[in-house]
């Protein structure tokens, strides 16, 4: 069998044949995948947020721990589901479901976290970049 020989291997610039503006536009193409990468990093990584939806529709974003509590009222479908964000984390305050499971389950304040009242559909969730805890599915 005939080995090849090292001398004969191409080199980079074999690779990077082509005309000063082909060079050109591959330098603008990798200055463009770099700094989008670290745009990206900058704009993922922040305040965790807390979605409220009925159904598949987003109602509101909040952050998650304000400097005065908000107070919002989503419209479900049996009535109204009050959600109280504040510095302790999110929680559904009140609700018109008839076994309030919902508000019994206290605050969240996990990235990760969902809160639900399933009669009226509403969900509350947390989600951001930060890493998530162990639960005790996963300890």
Known sequence: MHEPDPSNTPSLWHW????????????????????????????????????IYHGKSLLATYPLHPKTPIHFEAQGDIGLVEITIDSEGVRISHSSCATKRCVLSGHRHRVGDILACVPNR??????????????????
């Open 16 to 51: 990077l044949k082509g005309t000063w503006v082909d060079r050109m536009l591959l330098l603008l193409a990798v200055i463009a995948i770099a700094m989008s990468w670290q745009w990206l990093h900058q704009n993922l990584s922040g305040t965790p947020m807390v979605h």
């Open 122 to 139: 509403i969900l509350v969730s947390i989600q951001g970049t930060q890493k998530l805890a162990l639960d005790a599915i996963s300890e």
